[in-house]
């Protein structure tokens, strides 16, 4: 079962300020959202915890940032020019509305329906035939449009890394298998409606190319394929609700000769996370041919060259987001009311403590900015003394704030406070001069799921 509904969530990444539509004072625009305060630690954190499994914890990848606006002729090479195309349909009935066919399609087998009579799934009207609808975003390099040249907002992170190899290869020592990771905003002209945060105009990626032996793709491939699911299991993604689904014969991208997505069981039902392909070296092969220049790796010692294969895991940022909110939405009884809280784990959670003085008594609210000094030097801290304690329980609740500390009477006469837990609603007492490293130890204790 998945563990929210869209709406609920929806709800409350508006009501908290961490997700919400963009351009709201004019009506909003098309699959398109702001990130709020919490939004953004948010994704700070999930973009954290991806470099950190990608590259800090490895020897084996570096770094890359690419420009969105890469050289036109990139996207010819890619195949994206030609190949990166929706098949979309018109209402011809009354609404006029426009459908990605192979959505219609889909649905309509998921009912029992034969695909090949879908109508319109708004007003029933008779659908156009479909029309190949290229997702690139263009525009112009100039100050006249007629004149300039065009260009393309890139639709995946991927190819400026495989623009880059033979510098990185050059300047960062390496030797397949290695590989190179960026995060960046891509873009593409979705014109189906998105399901929030889950298909977007703009939305980040995190992709990273690993260059391999041909002989050992296969190996890679399988290889990447656990470390990524299991990668989510340890943000804090239960198990039940993530599957790895290899995609059929037909399913297959042009340059891919094995995918397999990532699967997360979203309120829509189970949808991609992530995909990891094996691209074999169609993106060197081509981008050689484009370009006239040599891409391959050269042994130093027997002057012998191959063109790598590459692995490549292709994960979303807002996906993930989506995923670690409707996995953490939980509701309980607290007290007689109904308590609604995001069980984020400790890592990816926007704030990890609240310090809550009870009173407003001489002394008190002094500790209290001494506590929350001490604790904001080491992670993201809150304070707050602003309403009755169980308002403000609520609020940290809301936004999945794992600890919260508590200054009372007797933290005045022993200096201990009291550390409250979001999910066991345990409060212990600890000493001040302790805090900071017992938080510590809970906030980056990662067992893995
Ligand atoms: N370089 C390969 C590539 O881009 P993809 O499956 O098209 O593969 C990778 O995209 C990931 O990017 C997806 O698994 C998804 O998480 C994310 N993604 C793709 N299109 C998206 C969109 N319109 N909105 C939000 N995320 C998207």
Redesign the pocket.
Known sequence: MPAATMDEVVALAKRRGLIFPASEIYGGIANTYDYGHYGVLLKRNVIDEWWRAMVFERDDIVALDSAIIQHPRTWEASGHLAGFTDPLVQCLGKCKRRFRLDHLQEEAEARGEDPAKVVCPVCGGELSEPRAFNLMFETTIGPVQEAGAAVYLRP?T?QGIFLDFKQTLQYARKRPPFGIAQVGKSF?N?ITPGNF????LE?E?M?MEFFVPPDEAGKWYDYWRQERLDWYARLGISRERLRLREHTLEELSHYSSGTADVEYLYPIGWS????V?NRGDFDLTQHAKFSGEKLEWKDPQTGKGYVPHVI?P???V??TILALLCEAYDTDELGGEERTVLRLHPSVAPVKVAVLPLLRKAGHPEVAREVYESLRTRMSAEYDDGGAIGRRYRRQDEIGTPYAVTIDHQTIEDRTVTLRDRDSLTQERVPIAELADELGRRVTNRTPA
Not at 197 to 200: A, H, L, N
């Open positions: 995946e991927a593409r979705e945060i889950f298909r977007t939305f990626q992709e991609e996370l992530e995909g392909a490549e292709a994960a979303g807002g996906r």
